[in-house]
């Protein structure tokens, strides 16, 4: 029997890395600010447009880089100096954050000035991604991956909880400025744990192309020839094109269905985030996790139907339980989905292969605006339905047809990586 003592340091022992404790918290204070800022942003549209389109512009806004540069933020995590990147993005993150408190407290805001806002935030988001999460491993090894990146999912599923419960409440009660002063403080505590960082230069990072449209060939013919990581990939497609875009679509649910103030509403985009913690704990906390992909793919499934549930309900607990087992499911998709990629990609690869899948979940601002045509043409919770049923199929029919995702990963020997060809010119500044 293993004692509470033990299950504790088993589940949080890694944080005795204390560069790994620096990059989680200042990583859980970036999340925390990214969600509060979309849920007073999705607040502050619908209050002046009234408009489930001009509210899923924010889901767009905000992921439609992943769409453009995830892959560059892959080939910059093999490439550049992985500390720099991020105190370079979360620095821009807090001068727009400041910006736009200014604008609101100016009076001279309007509401495009938040698809703005969300956009450079988003750009920021895509190309430091694949950085954070190959900085994990760089930091506590492959023997403690999983464990790791399963922590660093319940700083994010935390953050998921805690933003938009803290953004509902500051609304309520000091307004959406309030609000962003909270972000612009939280944004300026991610830049200087950044700044106290030391992170080990990554191993592949040397043996890059100097031709960045060669590794991202290099990048998606790898990915392609893994049946796994391509797994990982479409499934990742489908989850942010039809599971998450429901998320800019709770303002509308919140308001129109279940007629309650942003309070409320806060505490309703909170409870995925809360089933999220408890799954990304529980994960954690396992030492015998060997079938990676079977979280991954029951995860995402139990989300889907979940979701489609929560789609016709009428009653704000019904909603809040459904959410709160939704937040189950993603803790197993959003916390494998990167572990499974760090697992089975070659060294020389893991950044690329991470960078695709950044890529992927750039399906994220097509879903946004597929979700909020929809809710405008029939109505939000059809929307929310269709998208439901069309995953669950598709999910589905992957897991099935692609089945090296369900087997056991632990132990698994990647190939060795190849040497580098270098030219005449390059090999022999090399000697040199």
Do not use: C
Request: charged share 10%; hydrophobic share 55%.
């Amino acid at each position: 029997m293993v004692s509470a003592g033990g299950m504790v340091n088993r589940t949080f022992g890694v944080f005795s890395n204390h560069d790994y404790m620096l990059l989680w918290t200042a990583n859980f204070f970036s999340y925390i600010s990214r969600w509060m800022q979309m849920t007073l942003l999705s607040w502050f549209v619908l209050e002046l447009t009234d408009s489930a389109w001009s509210v899923a512009l924010i889901g767009f806004f905000g992921m439609a880089p992943m769409l453009v540069l995830g892959i560059f933020g892959g080939v910059l995590a093999d490439r550049t100096n992985k500390r720099r990147l991020l105190i370079t993005t979360q620095s821009i993150n807090f001068l727009v954050a400041a910006a736009m408190a200014a604008l609101l407290f100016s009076g001279q805001v309007v509401y495009w000035h938040a698809y703005v806002v969300v956009l450079i935030s988003g750009i920021g988001w895509s190309l430091d991604m694949p950085s954070r999460r190959s900085a994990v491993l760089d930091l506590v090894g492959r023997s403690r991956v999983t464990n790791a990146i399963a922590l660093d999912s319940v700083g994010m599923h935390s953050s998921k909880m805690l933003g938009p419960a803290i953004a509902g409440l500051l609304i309520a009660l000091v307004d959406i400025k309030g609000g962003y002063v909270a972000v612009t403080i939280l944004y300026l505590v991610s830049v200087v744990l950044m700044r106290w960082l030391n992170l080990p230069k990554g191993a592949s990072s040397g043996q890059a192309s100097r031709n960045i449209f060669r590794n991202l060939a290099e990048g998606f013919k790898y990915v392609r020839s893994n049946n796994t990581i391509m797994a990982v990939v479409l499934i990742t497609i489908f989850m942010n094109l039809l599971l998450f875009p429901y998320m800019q679509m709770i303002p509308v649910i919140a308001k129109k269905v279940l007629d309650v103030g942003p309070g409320l509403m806060g505490v309703l985009m909170a409870a995925d985030g809360l089933g999220a913690l408890i799954g990304a704990v529980l994960i954690a906390s396992s030492r015998t996790l060997t079938r990676h992909g079977r979280f991954y793919l029951g995860g995402s499934l139990l989300s889907l139907f979940v979701v489609g549930l929560f789609a016709y309900s009428q009653w704000y607990a019904v909603s809040l339980v459904l959410l709160l087992i939704l937040g189950l499911g993603t803790a197993g998709f959003g916390t494998m989905q990167g572990t499974i990629v760090m697992l089975m990609a070659r060294e020389d690869m893991r950044g690329r292969a991470l960078g695709i899948m950044t890529l992927a979940i750039g399906a994220g601002p097509l879903g946004a605006l597929l979700i909020g045509a929809v809710a405008d043409a029939t109505s939000t919770s059809f929307a929310i339905a269709v998208n439901a049923v069309i995953g669950l199929v598709a999910v589905g029919l992957i897991g099935l047809l692609m089945p090296s995702l369900r087997q056991r990963m632990v132990g698994f020997e990647r190939e060795p990586a190849p040497r580098p060809v270098l030219d005449e010119s390059t090999e022999a500044q090399a000697r040199v």
